[in-house]
């Protein structure tokens, strides 16, 4: 799983390199797309209308695009590849409980669980989120004490997914249809621990944005957080039952 994990990663930054291709080629050409997000139906559709005086300039800019396609092919086969052997791999009820949790989708969970293991054998979500390299730096002398950026230790697959997956807090705590079909597999004492979940973080990032801190720094605060979530679901899934204590 940490293969189809890992190779899912490479081949999305392969896609993300061949979108700078057209971009650039576009730019070059004054061609500016008004539409509010790229590389959606609408965006593709726009391209299709792009006509080039030269039409060696035609075959640059449909070789560039085709890039795209074939990498965005690739990336969706390698994901549904992840989706088929997840049915069959050891931690799949710790995944489908995983997902209960906002901003958690099966390739974070995946992500995760395939470079993580088994989440139990760290003695505290604190130890979690200390190897994950997201509790801050700290530069001590005598009695003065004083904390700086994150570490950044540990695994950086995992950290990048957690802040990935933080985003989704900065809008408000809220039980949608979509958060509800997500969370139907897991045990209710999990989804419950979703639902705790999704109530602190909302608000603890509404907290630190209010406090003048940067968006970037609330979401990692909140990816760390996150982490001591997951640890708290892995504990409950695997029968240890240590709950959402001490996540913080």
Not at 29 to 35: D, F, I, L, N, W
Not at 107 to 119: H, K, P, R, S
């Amino acid at each position: 799983m940490r293969d189809l994990s890992r190779a899912r990663e490479d081949m999305k930054v392969m896609e993300l390199k061949a979108r700078q291709c057209p971009g650039a080629f576009l730019l070059r050409h004054e061609r500016v797309y008004s539409g509010r997000c790229r590389w959606t139906q609408a965006h593709f559709r726009w391209l299709e209308s792009q006509r080039f005086e030269a039409p060696v300039q035609q075959v640059v800019f449909q070789e560039y695009v085709d890039a795209v396609l074939e990498a965005r092919r690739r990336v969706a086969g390698l994901e549904e590849q992840i989706r088929s052997a997840v049915a069959s791999w050891s931690l799949h009820p710790v995944v489908e409980a995983l997902i209960s949790l906002r901003g958690v989708n099966v390739i974070t969970a995946v992500t995760v669980l395939a470079e993580l293991g088994d989440i139990t054998r760290f003695d505290s979500p604190r130890q979690l989120m200390s190897f994950l390299g997201l509790v801050p730096s700290e530069h001590s002398s005598g009695s003065r004490r004083r904390q700086g950026a994150i570490t950044k230790t540990g695994n950086s697959h995992v950290r990048r997914v957690l802040v990935e997956a933080a985003w989704a807090y900065r809008f408000p705590a809220r039980k949608t249809a979509h958060l509800q079909r997500k969370a139907s597999a897991a045990p209710p004492r999990v989804q419950a621990l979703a639902w705790a979940a999704q109530k602190r973080l909302c608000a603890r990032y509404r907290h630190l944005c209010q406090a003048g801190k940067p968006k970037c720094q609330a979401t990692t605060a909140v990816a760390r957080e996150l982490a001591g979530f997951i640890w708290a679901i892995a504990c409950e899934v695997s029968g240890q039952n240590h709950g959402c204590r001490d996540v913080g």
